[in-house]
């Protein structure tokens, strides 16, 4: 894929008003049943209606919701206080129950301040969270955060366990200030559904993000750097090629082709899933084969899956569309790496069910070939993929696939802080 016709044009927005988005209080996961409420949160709008964990939701205001996009979207277009009709499926009963939505919080920190300011990109309005430490006097440096792969909101002050709220507000609180984006048609910001950007799309954001950062007159410009986590540090040395930066931070990082990092991957979560050798070769062998027509080939999911139905499981398990994946598919995902010069650290997690700690090692080994010293390699004893602890790689798996709540892990904070203000 072309870089270059990425990242151009760049237009920093003016500060416009986006007005907040309706809540309704429960988050879900697609599971074989349908759409099912995994957690009510409290004093919500869902909970003083009555929804339940474990209620399927089949539509909201007679729309069908039978994805989390499809959930998302259609919350997203309404509005705070408005009264909804929500249709459950409740122990194999349908039911239908009225929800008044509510406006969603506001983040609240002693010795934080949170803006809830916008960019613009693509022509639609984006919302950015940027944290500042309360009391600072002059510029300081700034973080810009790049999150995961998929549609979830990084507008969550109802979960104190959310890990990008407590990154930002850790290294706020540490003497930085930091930028989170919103994602396309999530949450506050405008623009189309989340899961129809590409993964060109979502990089421009985070361009333009990292430009509104630099210029914002609390941040120092010669100081920021990024932080990438998961698909983020795909993102991360491709937008230091594009725009100067102090520094790089990733966590739980890929450091190989994208096709090669998914065979791995599928066979490690298999494995820990406890599934048999000979099942686990066989369904190696489908994936290669389900990936290849998709992501190399790039026939249509719909034309894959009529003629090999066994693709649906392999095909259908992606948070974005095909055309995200495919572009990513395409990329030489480690050639960025060779052509950094600025310092590098590298955070793996030893409960990690979805990266592996040799790419983090192969990462660093790079950039230290062309620039001797210049990365770091720091491993956090019992953190996961996405940021919370874990007793094992299998913990966390099962966690993850449960829908539990979690616990952030602070070492990460604790890791990132003391390595940036060696930097600065």
């Given at each position: 894929?072309?870089?270059?016709?990425?990242?151009?044009?760049?237009?920093?927005?003016?500060?416009?008003?986006?007005?907040?988005?309706?809540?309704?209080?429960?988050?879900?996961?697609?599971?074989?049943?349908?759409?099912?409420?995994?957690?009510?949160?409290?004093?919500?709008?869902?909970?003083?209606?009555?929804?339940?964990?474990?209620?399927?939701?089949?539509?909201?205001?007679?729309?069908?919701?039978?994805?989390?996009?499809?959930?998302?979207?259609?919350?997203?277009?309404?509005?705070?206080?408005?009264?909804?009709?929500?249709?459950?499926?409740?122990?194999?009963?349908?039911?239908?129950?009225?929800?008044?939505?509510?406006?969603?919080?506001?983040?609240?920190?002693?010795?934080?301040?949170?803006?809830?300011?916008?960019?613009?990109?693509?022509?639609?309005?984006?919302?950015?969270?940027?944290?500042?430490?309360?009391?600072?006097?002059?510029?300081?440096?700034?973080?810009?955060?790049?999150?995961?792969?998929?549609?979830?909101?990084?507008?969550?002050?109802?979960?104190?366990?959310?890990?990008?709220?407590?990154?930002?507000?850790?290294?706020?609180?540490?003497?930085?200030?930091t930028m989170r984006v919103e994602k396309s048609g999530v949450g506050d910001s405008r623009g189309p559904p989340c899961q129809s950007v590409d993964f060109a799309g979502e990089k421009r954001s985070y361009a333009v993000a990292l430009n509104a950062l630099r210029a914002d007159p609390a941040v120092n410009p010669k100081r920021v750097y990024v932080?990438?986590?998961?698909?983020?540090?795909?993102?991360?040395?491709?937008?230091?090629?594009?725009?100067?930066?102090?520094?790089?931070?990733?966590?739980?990082?890929?450091?190989?082709?994208?096709?090669?990092?998914?065979?791995?991957?599928?066979?490690?979560?298999?494995?820990?899933?406890g599934t048999a050798a000979a099942a686990t070769d066989a369904a190696m062998m489908d994936k290669y084969r389900c990936m290849y027509r998709l992501l190399v080939a790039k026939e249509s999911e719909a034309t894959i899956e009529v003629e090999q139905p066994s693709c649906k499981e392999h095909n259908g398990v992606y948070p974005v569309d095909a055309?995200?994946?495919?572009?990513?598919?395409?990329?030489?995902?480690?050639?960025?790496?060779?052509?950094?010069?600025?310092?590098?650290?590298?955070?793996?997690?030893?409960?990690?069910?979805?990266?592996?700690?040799?790419?983090?090692?192969?990462?660093?080994?790079?950039?230290?070939?062309?620039?001797?010293?210049?990365?770091?390699?720091?491993?956090?004893?019992?953190?996961?993929?996405?940021?919370?602890?874990?007793?094992?790689?299998?913990?966390?798996?099962?966690?993850?696939?449960?829908?539990?709540?979690?616990?952030?892990?602070?070492?990460?904070?604790?890791?990132?802080?003391?390595?940036?203000?060696?930097?600065?």
């Amino acid at each position: 894929m072309n870089d270059v016709s990425v990242f151009a044009p760049l237009v920093i927005a003016a500060v416009l008003t986006l007005p907040r988005h309706a809540v309704f209080g429960a988050a879900v996961a697609e599971k074989p049943a349908g759409l099912t409420v995994v957690r009510v949160l409290p004093a919500s709008p869902a909970q003083n209606a009555g929804v339940r964990a474990g209620d399927v939701i089949v539509s909201v205001d007679g729309v069908a919701t039978p994805t989390i996009p499809a959930y998302l979207s259609e919350v997203h277009n309404l509005h705070a206080a408005e009264l909804v009709s929500v249709t459950l499926s409740r122990d194999g009963k349908p039911m239908t129950l009225r929800v008044r939505l509510g406006e969603p919080p506001e983040e609240n920190d002693p010795l934080v301040t949170t803006r809830y300011d916008s960019i613009t990109v693509d022509g639609s309005l984006r919302r950015v969270l940027i944290t500042i430490p309360k009391q600072a006097h002059t510029p300081l440096p700034g973080v810009l955060l790049i999150g995961g792969i998929g549609c979830f909101s990084i507008d969550v002050a109802s979960d104190p366990q959310d890990p990008y709220l407590r990154l930002a507000h850790d290294l706020s609180r540490a003497g930085f200030v930091t930028m989170r984006v919103e994602k396309s048609g999530v949450g506050d910001s405008r623009g189309p559904p989340c899961q129809s950007v590409d993964f060109a799309g979502e990089k421009r954001s985070y361009a333009v993000a990292l430009n509104a950062l630099r210029a914002d007159p609390a941040v120092n410009p010669k100081r920021v750097y990024v932080f990438g986590h998961s698909i983020g540090t795909i993102v991360a040395p491709r937008l230091a090629q594009r725009e100067r930066v102090a520094g790089i931070v990733v966590a739980e990082a890929v450091g190989r082709d994208w096709f090669g990092y998914e065979l791995r991957n599928t066979r490690r979560q298999l494995e820990l899933g406890g599934t048999a050798a000979a099942a686990t070769d066989a369904a190696m062998m489908d994936k290669y084969r389900c990936m290849y027509r998709l992501l190399v080939a790039k026939e249509s999911e719909a034309t894959i899956e009529v003629e090999q139905p066994s693709c649906k499981e392999h095909n259908g398990v992606y948070p974005v569309d095909a055309a995200y994946i495919q572009q990513v598919a395409a990329l030489n995902v480690i050639e960025p790496w060779t052509r950094l010069g600025v310092p590098v650290l590298a955070i793996y997690g030893t409960s990690d069910f979805v990266t592996e700690r040799d790419d983090h090692v192969r990462i660093v080994a790079i950039v230290n070939a062309a620039h001797p010293g210049a990365a770091t390699l720091h491993e956090i004893a019992g953190m996961d993929h996405l940021l919370y602890r874990a007793s094992s790689p299998k913990a966390a798996l099962d966690a993850f696939a449960s829908g539990a709540a979690r616990e952030y892990d602070t070492d990460l904070s604790a890791v990132i802080i003391a390595w940036l203000k060696q930097q600065t």
